[in-house]
Antibody, heavy 123, light 108 residues
Framework: EVQLLESGGGLVQPGGSLRLSCAAS????????MSWVRQAPGKGLEWVSL????????KYADSVRGRFTISRDTSRNTLFLQMSSLRAEDSAIYYC????????????????WGQGDLVTVSS | ETVMTQSPATLSLSPGDSATLSCRAS???????LAWYQQKPGQAPRLLIY???TRATGVPARFSGSESGAVFTLTINSLQSEDFAVYYC?????????FGGGTKVQIK
């Protein structure tokens, strides 16, 4: 069974940093592209970042480029999102999401999601 | 950047009714690279449809997707109580990946 478990969220001051983790089980990160998707309170979904199955292709939304870094530890089968220079508008539930299909380049929609982790940026 | 616009924002219907949800892309979405998700309060989204018309495993046949040019449609026939939720479309044709703003299907 595929499981994704996010952790690391919480309250942080504007300008601060936070690292989210997503522990994956039931599959291997090296077989699937992974994304972070966020949802501000009461709002819609916003794709944030993607790392390919090979780990060599990485993309970011304009809203986070230069401030967020996606990475993974294949030995721990864990995905990360390092967030810095946080702003109030970064406050959201952050979901990690797995591509539906393994090893299919340029086809990125999400068949498995974690339950999300809340990040609140406030002084 | 492809902007996805969903309409209506809210749909008020009764159980047994049919729902028609629209998703319009600001530019061409090639190869039907469009997915639909359902999200219930307090839950993560769930994939319903991909490639514009293909139902994901376990999704009831009352859910169907269609495409006409840059407009994609999700139809839910004979709404069940568990179908009242928010629905999002997502294009995966170009970067950045983008979602529509959502359509809330609520009980009338």
């Amino acid at each position: 069974e595929v499981q994704l478990l996010e952790s690391g969220g919480g309250l942080v001051q504007p300008g601060g940093s936070l690292r989210l983790s997503c522990a994956a089980s039931g599959f291997t990160l090296t077989n699937y592209a992974m994304s972070w998707v966020r949802q501000a309170p009461g709002k819609g979904l916003e794709w944030v970042s993607l790392i390919s199955d090979t780990g060599t292709f990485i993309k970011y939304a304009d809203s986070v480029r230069g401030r967020f870094t996606i990475s993974r530890d294949t030995s721990r089968n864990t995905l990360f999102l390092q967030m810095s220079s946080l702003r109030a508008e970064d406050s959201a539930i952050y979901y990690c999401a797995r591509d539906f299909s393994a090893g299919v380049g340029y086809i990125h929609y999400f068949g498995s999601w974690g339950q999300g982790d809340l990040v609140t940026v406030s002084s | 950047e492809t902007v996805m616009t969903q309409s209506p924002a809210t749909l008020s219907l009764s159980p047994g009714d049919s729902a028609t949800l629209s998703c319009r892309a600001s530019q061409s979405v090639s190869n039907s690279r469009l997915a639909w998700y359902q999200q219930k309060p307090g839950q993560a989204p769930r994939l319903l449809i991909y490639a514009a018309t293909t139902r994901a495993t376990g999704v009831p046949a009352r859910f169907s997707g269609s495409e006409s040019g840059a407009v994609f449609t999700l139809t839910i026939n004979s709404l069940q109580s568990e179908d009242f939720a928010v629905y999002y479309c997502q294009q995966y044709n170009d970067w950045p990946l983008s979602f529509g703003g959502g359509t809330k299907v609520q009980i009338k």
